[in-house]
């Protein structure tokens, strides 16, 4: 039996990607250009990438342009972009697209080398959270950009629901992050609204 809250937040998320205007603003594509300038000298060629909570999936083909091997993860059947969707059956290895809930990631989706989540966070349940972060630092090994916004954008009145579930202060967030990857550097975008946290490699787990 499927999670009450997964189905809960995928039947959301396949309402509101159904809105074509919620589709117009891809943050993950306006925080690239400084993500990959960033982590620019570290890359390698063949690298991999998982975009958490990819949306409509614009980001990879910059990203594959890049020469990494793309893998996007969202909770919403539908939210990929035409010709995203095209591209994960035209060079699948690649290019792929996994379903699922950050809190609950499938063993086939294998570790990658960097990891790309923006302004998805703040959209996950607060009871969610730290088994989300858990799953996703088990998936990363270099390092990558975690993005979080520390308001409500409103977006959700187009369903009739609240997207932005867990509206927590910068402290909050970096303390939950950090206890899983360590922190590089901390960017902020919108002053006292939003903000990009680079991580490293992920803390080894204790057996």
Known sequence: MKDPVFLREKEKYEKIWNRDIYRLNSPGSNSLPSFL?????????????????????????????????????????????????????????????????????????????????????????????????EEMSGKTKKGGALQVFLADEGMGFMIGETLHLTIRPLDWWIKQISSFWSIEKIEELIAETRYCIYVGAPYKRSL
């Open 37 to 133: 300038t960033e982590i620019a000298e570290r890359i390698s060629p063949g690298d991999s990438i998982i975009d958490f909570g990819c949306g409509t999936g614009v980001c990879s083909l910059s990203l594959l342009e890049k020469g990494l091997n793309v893998s996007l993860v969202d909770i919403a059947a539908n939210c990929l972009d035409e010709k995203i969707a095209a591209l994960t059956h035209i060079i699948p290895d690649r290019i792929s697209f996994v379903e699922a809930a950050l809190w609950d990631l499938p063993e086939s989706l294998r570790k990658s080398d960097w990891i790309y989540c923006i302004d998805v966070l703040e959209h996950l349940p607060t009871q969610k959270v730290i088994e989300s972060l």
